[in-house]
């Protein structure tokens, strides 16, 4: 005789319910087993670089370097033919003048350049990537790159991020113009720089936010963002320099740069603005 439960039918599990829920939770661990092993990568290519740099520094300390540096400039000039510069630069070089050798530098390639951006944002943001000073920029002797684009860095990495990277990968100082990080008018200095990558710098400029896509920078505004890039230019010895401005907005920054520091201004028409700007 079968016996009733007291309590009611008994209700069986929902086997679907059960077996979403068994993936839902594998993936989670799967997921969380995911960062961890993307984080230790991300600290290994930190770790390797500054271990690299630390090394490559102690060899360019010897003087045996400074001689390979002789050597490479000496046959350079010797294969351009270029004797009375030869004969000039050998007897600065034997009297311990300054002779150039920086030029002849070896370059070697940021390792944290060819990983990708999401590793990237970790070295950088979560393990604290350290950003030099203002005096520890130096210049490379090319062109300097300011952008004025249309998004911050880290939005995405399309076009305007690769042609960024690109200029940096070829030893131009890049300062990528953040237009949603603004320091306020009673900021102690007139702006702030965040290093992104090697050769690569977020510029926050002080002055009064706007909306680049559907605001207008007016006189006053532009006025006070050209005096705080002003002190970029001079405080870190922009010479030569080219603006690219990738939103008609930045126009009356871009011009006062070109006014004010003879720069070279680019505009690179990133899309059909008024239809983008239409559509919802």
């Known amino acids: 005789m079968a016996l009733e439960n007291p309590t009611g039918p008994v209700e069986q599990p929902d086997s679907g319910a059960e077996s979403l829920a068994q993936r839902i939770a594998e993936r989670e661990r799967w997921e969380a087993r995911l960062a961890v092993e993307r984080r230790r990568f991300a600290q290994s290519c930190q770790e390797f670089d500054s271990r690299f740099k630390e090394l490559l520094a102690g060899y360019r300390s010897q ?57 990237y944002q970790i070295v950088t943001h979560e393990l604290g990537s350290p950003s030099p000073g203002k005096r520890g920029i130096p210049s490379s002797g ?29 030893g131009h100082r890049v300062f990528w113009v953040s237009v949603s990080r603004f320091l306020s008018k009673d900021y102690s200095k007139p702006f702030e720089l965040v290093q992104l990558r090697e050769n690569l710098w977020e510029v926050q400029l002080r002055g009064a936010p706007f909306d680049v896509y559907g ?13 705080s890039i002003g002190h970029l230019y001079k405080e870190l010895g922009l010479a030569a320099s080219c603006v690219i401005l990738q939103f008609p907005t930045w126009r009356r920054l871009a011009l006062g740069i070109r006014e004010r520091f003879d720069a070279r201004v680019i505009y690179d028409c990133m899309d059909d603005w008024p239809k983008w700007l ?3």
């Open 63 to 119: 003087r045996a370097w400074r001689v390979m540096l002789a050597i490479r400039k000496a046959y350079t000039l010797l294969a351009r033919r270029r004797w009375r510069g030869l004969l000039r630069w050998a007897g600065d070089f034997v009297r311990g003048r300054d002779s150039g050798l920086d030029d002849f530098e070896l370059a070697f390639p940021e390792i944290l350049n060819f990983v990708p951006q999401d590793l």
């Open 142 to 170: 090319k062109y300097d790159v300011v952008i004025l684009g249309i998004i911050d860095f880290e939005s995405r990495f399309q076009r305007p991020q690769q042609m960024a990277v690109q200029f940096a990968r070829l």
């Open 278 to 280: 239409s559509e919802p």
């Open 215 to 227: 605001g207008v920078l007016t006189p006053l505004s532009a006025g006070t963002l050209l005096d």
